[in-house]
């Protein structure tokens, strides 16, 4: 599947904007970017939102992605 990166993901992905990933679950395709992209760890661990198809999934790991989903991962935005 094309799972699109923005930001700070986008750079650790050495730019791509979009990359190709497998996944059933949102934890089983955030494991494939990491062995792809181990530079994303840190941003992963700041925590991050995973958009399926236009709706937002936080900390829901088990969360299925459907097939032919829209997937955009969104790094977390700091504020107070």
Known sequence: M???LS????????????VDCAGATIGELLQALLLKYPEMQSHLDDGIA???????YRD???QPIPANA????LPR???G
């Open 2 to 4: 094309q799972v699109q």
């Open 7 to 18: 930001g700070i993901l986008s750079q650790a992905a050495g730019g791509a904007r979009c």
């Open 50 to 56: 995973v958009a399926i198809n236009g709706e937002i």
């Open 60 to 62: 829901r790991r088990d």
């Open 70 to 73: 829209d997937v955009f991962l």
């Open 77 to 79: 935005i700091q504020g």
